[in-house]
């Protein structure tokens, strides 16, 4: 609620409901488990409620949103009863639900932690963008999964050929997302400004599918009036 750029965005009306419904509808619409809100404000809270989904208050001092992620886990689900959870943000109201579906795939692979999604590069200005965080990873001819080997705002990697747009939306290991919040901030992550690098520096395993066309987050005006946009042009 306290974006900077965009005071009150999960509240913001896009085609008659709040972004942060939208976002319940499309979490709903992906079909691979219950969705709930983790959120810090009371207000977030009441408007999922009021929408019929279940909202889970965090102390909104809690340091990312794996953390929220892992409290509102502990809360619902203290008997450990679902062993994948999937931490998507709030702010993708144009995300298509299928691609939720996708970043379960790399758990396919026993000895993958965390799967995410990637998406290719096709400009300059958004491999020189360092708000672009890009994923360093190499795909099989014909595979769509493959291991992530760092992640970078800087232009990786070096060379000709395909380079990836990390997609942040993780689906995690039960186990792997306890491990990873119990875990202090490491060197590279506090460098780069980017948490899955945590992961990485303590051995664990990210698997990245790549699907062909990424959301945008909406943090300014302009993000807005582009989501409610589509979303006029699909009623």
């Known amino acids: 609620m306290a974006s900077s750029r ?89 995300l298509p639900p299928a691609s939720l ?12 932690d965390i799967g995410t999604l990637v998406v290719p590069i096709d400009s300059e200005e958004e491999l020189h963008t360092d708000s672009f965080v890009k994923a360093a990873c190499l795909f099989a001819p014909g595979a769509q999964v493959a291991r992530a080997l760092y992640f970078s705002r800087l232009p990786i990697p070096w060379g000709d050929g395909p380079r990836w747009h990390h997609i942040g ?14 875990l202090p901030e490491s060197p590279l992550e506090q460098r780069e400004r980017l948490e899955q690098l945590r992961a990485l520096e303590n051995g664990m395993r990210i698997g990245a599918a790549a699907i062909p066309h990424g959301p945008f987050g909406v943090d300014t005006q302009a993000d807005l009036d582009r989501a409610r946009a589509i979303h006029a042009g699909k009623a």
């Open 169 to 182: 939306i993780y689906a995690y290991r039960r186990a792997a997302l306890e491990r990873f919040v119990a």
């Open 6 to 94: 965009l005071p009150g965005k999960p509240l913001a009306d896009i085609h008659g409901q709040p972004m942060i419904v939208r976002m319940l509808e499309l979490a709903r619409a992906a079909d691979i488990g219950p969705v709930a809100v983790a959120c810090g404000e009371a207000a977030i809270a009441d408007a999922v409620r009021k929408a019929g989904g279940i909202a889970v208050l965090t102390d909104p001092d809690l340091p990312s949103g794996s953390d929220r992620v892992a409290a509102a886990l502990a809360s619902l689900d203290p008997g450990g009863a679902h062993d994948v959870v999937v931490n998507l943000q709030g702010d993708f109201p144009t």
């Open 101 to 112: 579906r996708a970043a379960l795939a790399p758990l396919a692979d026993p000895e993958v």
